[in-house]
Nanobody
């Protein structure tokens, strides 16, 4: 089974920066993509940023130019550098992994971390 452990959340003032990390451990045949989602109180979970195994990235419009996702394939770790943070970025940020659990797998399996709180004060 795959375990995702996030770190790096916390409280920061408007305009500040945080760097989230998500380390994947356990047995998996291949990782197709990893990403960060967030969910604010009374809002639906949304994709913040994603990165594929070949390094292609995508971002929510609301974070483009401020957040950067990167990945260390050797250590199965994904990072989210968040700059120029705004109060509306306050949410629980969760790491997601999309991969194949075995060579014979015909479909992808998705794994989630426990989430880390990011709070931006005004």
């Amino acid at each position: 089974q795959v375990r995702l452990v996030e770190s790096g959340g916390g409280l920061v003032q408007t305009g500040g920066s945080l760097r989230l990390s998500c380390a994947a451990s356990g047995s998996i045949f291949s990782i197709d993509a990893m990403g960060w989602y967030r969910q604010a109180p009374e809002k639906q979970r949304e994709l913040v940023a994603g990165i594929t195994s070949d390094g292609s990235t995508n971002y929510a419009d609301s974070v483009k130019g401020r957040f950067t996702i990167s990945r260390d394939n050797n250590n199965n770790t994904v990072y989210l550098q968040m700059n120029s943070l705004k109060p509306e970025d306050t949410a629980i940020y969760s790491c997601n992994l999309k991969g194949r659990i075995a060579a014979w797998s015909r479909s992808y399996t998705y794994f989630w971390g426990q989430g880390t709180q990011v709070t931006v004060s005004s």
